[in-house]
C-alpha cells in the first residue's frame, strides 16, 4: 500500500471512530456526566442518592493536604519545613495564591528574600493586590531593614483592611523598631 493510501485509510478509520463517539445533545446538553447517579438509583446500601456527594460536588485539590501541613509547619516555627511543603503545593496546583504567598513567608523567615521575592511576584498575578499581601510584602521589607518600604506596604494593607489586626500590630511593630534601634 502506497504512502497516500494508507493516511486515507488512517483517516476514514478515524472519522469512523470520532462518529460513534457523538453525544445525543439533546440528553446531555452536552456534557457527559460518568459519576451522578439518577434520580431512582440506590446505592449497594439501598440508599437513595439524594444528599452524598459525587465527584464534580467535592471541593478538594491536590495541594490542599501539602498546604495544610505547611500552615501546621509554619505555626510550629519549622520554617524550612513549610517551604518545602508550600513548595509541593505549588507544582501541585500552580494557581493557588494561598501556597504561593506561604511559601513566599517561609522564604522570609528563612533569610531566602530572593526567592521570597519570586514567590511574592507570582502571589500577587494570582491574588491581586489583597491586603495580605500587602501585609507579608511589608512584613519581608521590615525583615530586611527596609523600613519605609514596610511602612509603605502596611500603610496600603491598612487601606485596604483598616480593622484587620494583623495589619494593625505589624504597623504597631514598625513604630516601635523605629524607636527602639539597636546597633
Known amino acids: ?53 459525587t465527584v464534580g460536588d467535592v471541593e478538594y485539590y491536590a495541594s490542599d493536604q501539602a498546604v495544610a501541613e505547611a500552615k501546621n509547619q509554619f505555626r510550629a516555627e519549622n520554617y524550612g ?5 508550600f513548595f509541593k503545593a505549588t507544582q501541585l496546583a500552580p494557581n493557588d495564591g494561598g501556597a504561593w504567598m506561604g ?3 517561609s522564604c522570609d523567615r528563612i533569610h531566602r528574600f ?7 511576584a507570582r502571589a500577587f498575578k494570582l491574588m491581586g493586590a489583597s491586603p495580605e499581601y500587602y501585609n507579608n510584602v ?5 525583615l530586611r531593614g ?22 494593625v500590630n505589624n504597623l504597631k511593630l514598625l513604630s516601635s523598631s523605629v524607636q527602639n534601634v539597636e546597633r
Open 103 to 105: 511559601l513566599a513567608a
Open 81 to 85: 519545613n513549610a517551604g518545602a511543603l
Open 1 to 53: 500500500m502506497t504512502r497516500p493510501m494508507r493516511l486515507a485509510v488512517a483517516a476514514s478509520a478515524l472519522a469512523v471512530v470520532l462518529v460513534g463517539c457523538q453525544t445525543n445533545s439533546a440528553d446531555t446538553n452536552g456534557v457527559v456526566r460518568t459519576n451522578e447517579p439518577s434520580k431512582g438509583d440506590i446505592t449497594s446500601f439501598g440508599d437513595a442518592f439524594d444528599g452524598l456527594k
Open 114 to 120: 530572593d526567592l521570597a521575592d519570586k514567590a511574592y
Open 138 to 142: 511589608g512584613y519581608s521589607s521590615l
Open 146 to 167: 527596609k523600613l519605609q518600604d514596610a511602612r509603605s506596604n502596611f500603610l496600603k494593607a491598612y487601606e485596604l483592611a483598616p480593622n484587620d489586626p494583623t495589619v
